[in-house]
């Protein structure tokens, strides 16, 4: 049974480094169908994308609906506090 992630507990480092260790177990297997994924949406397109959108999301999307418009987009990044917005650069910089 796993330990409980209670942050500030003196073996929270522990428990957390267990539950990253227990994840990494599948990620050769979750890695090789993100692989398939990828591979397939950057053959196929938008026709992939909405078909895995539909699939794991249970939406009923269309290629039309995943458009997003320039003033979309500036009115999100508006919206956003800086700190969000740093937080998102940073992971799309990671990823």
């Not at 050769?28 to 196929?44: M, T």
Request: hydrophobic share 45%.
């Amino acid at each position: 049974m796993p330990r409980e992630l209670v942050l500030g507990s003196p073996d929270f480092e522990a428990a957390f480094a267990q539950l990253l260790d227990d994840k990494r177990e599948t990620s050769a297997d979750v890695n090789a169908v993100v692989g398939s994924i990828l591979a397939d949406v950057k053959q196929r397109g938008d026709a992939a994308l909405v078909e895995y959108t539909n699939r794991f999301d249970r939406r009923n999307t269309t290629p039309e609906a995943l458009r997003v418009t320039v003033a979309e987009v500036d009115a999100a990044v508006a919206a956003c506090e800086r700190d969000t917005l740093s937080a998102l650069e940073m992971a799309a910089w990671r990823i």
